[in-house]
C-alpha cells in the first residue's frame, strides 16, 4: 500500500467568522495516519474570523493561522498559504463548507498516486430546498466540463505541491474563476484531473437573493476575464446559440419567480448573463 503524503489543509478566509467555526469543527473530526498540518489563511478580514481560527489551537494539528501581507483576490490568499505551508500535498478548501468523515484519508489516498484531484461535492445537507434548485450540481460524480474544458472546483481541489508550483500557482490578478484557470493551465501542461468519489464535501450555497446576484455577476465577468486569457490557446468565443438559451433560461426564470426555487434561479441566471456583459464592456472583448 502507498504511504500517505504529508498533507497541508489549507483554508482561505474573508469575513468568516459566521461559517469557519464549523468547517473547522468538520476537519478537527477528521483522522489521517500521516503527517498534516492545517493553514488558515486571512484576506483582510474586518470581523472575527481571525479570533473564530485562533480558538481551534491545540484542536488542529500544526495549527497556523496567517494574515496575507498583501491583500487580494482569494488567489492571493491561496498563495500566500501554498507559499507557507510544507506538506507534500495540499488539500484546498473554503472557509463555509464541511468535509464528511474520511474525506482526508480519502484525497490524501488520491494524491499518493494522482497529482491533481476533486472531491465530490453534496449539495443537499447545507442548502434548502429553494436553494438546491437554482443552478445544476457540479462535480457530484465527475469531474465536469466548465465553459471549456473540465475543472475541479477550487472547494473540493487537491494537488501535489510540486504540479502547483510548476504551473506557478494561482493567478492572482483574477476576481473570480481561478479554479478553472488553474485546472485548464495545468490540463495544458498535459496534469489531468481525478475525481475521488470517497472524498465528500458539503458544499454551501449562498442563500439571500442579492448575495446569490453578485456572486453571479461575479462569475460572469470572470469568464470574459479567462475567454481574453484562454482564447490564444484555442478557447471558443460563445456561439449566439448558446446566448439564446441563456436568454431562454432569463425568460423561464421570470416567468416561474413565484415557485419555491424561482427568486434565487432567477439571482442566478441575470447575475450570470450581467456579469458577461459588464465584463465584455470593461474588457472590450465580446464574450455573452
Known amino acids: 500500500m502507498t504511504a500517505l503524503p504529508t498533507l497541508s489543509v489549507l483554508v482561505t478566509c474573508k469575513n468568516s467568522a459566521s461559517t469557519l467555526a464549523d468547517t473547522l469543527e468538520s476537519i478537527a473530526a477528521q483522522t489521517y495516519d500521516g503527517w498534516w498540518e492545517v493553514v488558515v489563511v486571512d484576506n483582510a478580514s474586518t470581523d472575527e474570523t481571525v479570533t473564530v481560527a485562533n480558538g481551534f489551537a491545540g484542536r488542529l494539528p500544526n495549527l497556523r493561522v496567517l494574515g496575507v501581507p498583501n491583500p487580494g483576490y482569494q488567489a492571493a490568499g491561496l498563495n500566500h498559504g501554498i507559499a507557507q505551508s510544507t506538506g507534500e500535498a495540499i488539500a484546498f478548501l473554503d472557509s463555509d463548507d464541511l468535509v464528511a468523515p474520511g474525506y482526508l484519508t480519502a484525497l490524501g489516498a488520491a494524491l499518493a498516486t494522482a497529482p491533481f484531484v ?171
Request: proline share 5%; charged share 30%.
Open 118 to 288: 476533486g472531491g465530490a461535492m453534496d449539495i443537499e445537507r447545507l442548502n434548502p430546498p429553494e436553494i438546491r434548485g437554482r443552478r445544476d450540481p457540479l462535480q457530484q460524480n465527475r469531474i465536469d466540463v466548465i465553459g471549456w474544458k473540465e475543472a475541479v472546483i477550487g472547494a473540493s481541489m487537491g494537488a501535489r505541491r510540486e504540479v502547483v508550483e510548476k504551473v506557478g500557482g494561482f493567478d492572482e490578478s483574477l476576481p473570480t474563476q481561478h479554479d478553472l484557470d488553474i485546472s485548464w493551465r495545468l490540463a495544458d501542461m498535459g496534469v489531468e484531473a481525478t475525481f475521488v468519489p470517497g472524498a465528500l464535501l458539503h458544499y454551501r450555497y449562498r442563500v439571500g437573493t442579492r448575495e446569490i446576484f453578485s456572486q453571479e455577476r461575479g462569475y460572469g465577468e470572470g469568464e470574459v476575464v479567462l475567454y481574453r486569457k484562454f482564447r490564444p490557446l484555442g478557447m471558443p468565443r460563445r456561439s449566439p446559440r448558446q446566448t439564446l438559451g441563456d436568454l431562454f433560461r432569463l425568460l423561464r426564470a421570470l416567468v416561474g419567480v413565484r415557485r419555491t426555487e424561482g427568486p434565487a434561479r432567477l439571482a442566478t441566471t441575470a447575475g450570470k448573463l450581467l456579469g458577461r456583459v459588464e465584463g465584455s464592456v470593461r474588457y472590450r472583448t465580446l464574450y455573452l
